[in-house]
């Protein structure tokens, strides 16, 4: 296990190059991501198992994401609490070499497309999910997360979609916050993303109707991540404040029409699978580049979990696909004292992840 500490500003996320088996990137804030500034850290794993600083880039609000470039081997994008989002080039001193401001409330994740790689999205407390070119200041496409309309189904017509826009839209403090975007890594203009009424919704940007699937997930409660199996195209995974992790396969998701939805319904459709074992809510989910079957969770509890997702690929019926209750859950990591809020897998070594927290550390450690 190696470690790092962000001295002075609290952990949010963390990424592992792309290109560099050795560099990794911290997004942080100060004061917890409620007041005060950010700082980006650009560290390296040394041969000498060591992690040392190469630079570091402050920001004037909290940065809650980090994204390395597919483009460019040196440049990197971050999001922050003002609404904005920054190119930095790690090879240029103190200044984001572009920012991007469309966002009207805090950017809570960027995300950069690895089949297109010329675009990347972001996701806003503003309900919004925008696509973006690093060589246009204007966004490319915007797609509004509609409010849970499953407590008003009079007066809507059959068939009828909602809402989308290309424009910013007014900042307006009871909408749906989205707290992740997501694109494919089996197509480029495909995103998923989840927001705080439950939501997890299925975006085509060729489409003239981008959402092509929408449905609850939680039962009602947060949804605060999300992200596609790096080798089953159908295949997601939600975490939510529930404490749990829901693993869907989006070929079985009933495609209702809202006017035939009971108007309390809230608990929306079954999961092939749900791992149990966080004890607060679970903060970021990801699955692994090198496996089809396992994925990392961190969470409020002050842990990062790895499960075992067994599957029976010759099952014809989904509840063949469910474990034995406790056989998912393979490892688990509790070294930091704070809530964790990041976590990463290594694209190089295998097994490797790095997590971070609001206990100002970054730990490099051995998940399998």
């Given at each position: 296990?190696?470690?790092?500490?962000?001295?002075?500003y609290?952990?949010?996320?963390?990424?592992?190059?792309?290109?560099?088996?050795?560099?990794?990137?911290?997004?942080?804030?100060?004061?917890?991501?409620?007041?005060g500034?950010?700082?980006?850290?650009?560290?390296?794993?040394?041969n000498?198992?060591?992690?040392?600083?190469?630079?570091?880039?402050?920001?004037?609000?909290?940065?809650?994401?980090?994204?390395?470039s597919?483009?460019?081997?040196?440049?990197?994008?971050?999001?922050?609490?003002d609404g904005?989002?920054?190119?930095?080039?790690?090879?240029?001193p103190?200044f984001?070499?572009?920012r991007?401001?469309?966002?009207?409330?805090?950017?809570?994740?960027?995300?950069?497309?690895?089949?297109?790689?010329s675009?990347?999205?972001?996701?806003?407390?503003?309900?919004t999910i925008?696509?973006?070119?690093?060589?246009?200041?204007?966004?490319l496409?915007?797609?509004?997360?509609?409010?849970?309309?499953?407590?008003?189904?009079?007066?809507?017509?059959?068939?009828?979609?909602?809402?989308?826009?290309?424009?910013?839209?007014?900042?307006?403090?009871?909408?749906?916050?989205?707290?992740?975007?997501?694109?494919?890594?089996?197509?480029p203009?495909?995103?998923?993303?989840?927001?705080?009424?439950?939501?997890?919704q299925?975006?085509?940007t060729?489409?003239?109707?981008?959402?092509t699937?929408?449905?609850?997930?939680?039962?009602?409660?947060?949804?605060?991540?999300?992200?596609?199996?790096?080798?089953?195209p159908?295949?997601?995974?939600?975490?939510?404040?529930?404490?749990?992790i829901?693993?869907?396969?989006?070929?079985?998701?009933?495609?209702?029409?809202r006017?035939?939805?009971?108007?309390?319904?809230?608990?929306g459709?079954?999961?092939?699978?749900?791992?149990?074992?966080?004890?607060?809510?679970?903060?970021?989910?990801?699955?692994?580049?090198?496996?089809?079957?396992?994925l990392?969770?961190?969470?409020?509890?002050?842990?990062?979990?790895?499960?075992?997702?067994q599957t029976?690929?010759?099952a014809?019926?989904?509840?063949?696909?469910?474990m034995?209750h406790?056989?998912?859950l393979?490892?688990n990591?509790?070294?930091?004292?704070?809530?964790?809020?990041?976590?990463?897998w290594?694209?190089?070594g295998?097994?490797?992840?790095?997590?971070?927290?609001?206990?100002?550390?970054?730990y490099?450690?051995?998940?399998?």
């Amino acid at each position: 296990m190696l470690s790092f500490r962000t001295t002075g500003y609290n952990g949010y996320s963390c990424k592992y190059s792309p290109f560099y088996d050795n560099k990794l990137a911290v997004a942080t804030a100060a004061n917890y991501g409620l007041v005060g500034n950010g700082r980006l850290y650009i560290l390296t794993i040394g041969n000498d198992g060591r992690i040392s600083q190469d630079t570091y880039f402050d920001t004037q609000d909290g940065l809650f994401d980090v994204a390395w470039s597919e483009l460019h081997e040196n440049q990197i994008l971050t999001c922050s609490g003002d609404g904005s989002i920054s190119l930095f080039d790690i090879t240029l001193p103190k200044f984001p070499i572009k920012r991007f401001h469309e966002h009207q409330r805090e950017v809570f994740s960027v995300y950069w497309n690895m089949v297109d790689k010329s675009i990347f999205c972001s996701s806003s407390w503003d309900s919004t999910i925008k696509v973006w070119s690093p060589v246009r200041d204007q966004s490319l496409l915007t797609l509004t997360s509609n409010k849970d309309m499953t407590a008003q189904t009079e007066n809507i017509p059959s068939g009828d979609k909602p809402p989308l826009s290309t424009k910013p839209v007014a900042e307006n403090p009871v909408n749906d916050c989205v707290y992740q975007a997501t694109f494919s890594p089996h197509d480029p203009s495909i995103i998923i993303s989840v927001n705080s009424a439950s939501h997890c919704q299925v975006w085509d940007t060729r489409a003239p109707t981008p959402l092509t699937l929408d449905f609850i997930s939680h039962a009602g409660l947060e949804v605060l991540s999300c992200d596609y199996n790096k080798y089953r195209p159908t295949v997601i995974a939600t975490a939510s404040v529930d404490k749990s992790i829901k693993i869907w396969d989006l070929r079985m998701i009933p495609d209702l029409q809202r006017n035939f939805l009971a108007q309390k319904n809230r608990v929306g459709p079954s999961p092939i699978n749900k791992l149990i074992g966080h004890d607060f809510a679970v903060r970021k989910v990801q699955w692994s580049p090198h496996s089809s079957d396992t994925l990392l969770s961190c969470s409020y509890d002050m842990t990062c979990k790895v499960w075992k997702y067994q599957t029976d690929e010759n099952a014809k019926y989904m509840s063949r696909l469910r474990m034995k209750h406790g056989e998912a859950l393979v490892g688990n990591f509790d070294r930091h004292r704070e809530v964790v809020l990041g976590c990463d897998w290594s694209l190089w070594g295998r097994g490797f992840v790095a997590s971070t927290g609001w206990d100002e550390m970054l730990y490099v450690w051995k998940a399998l």
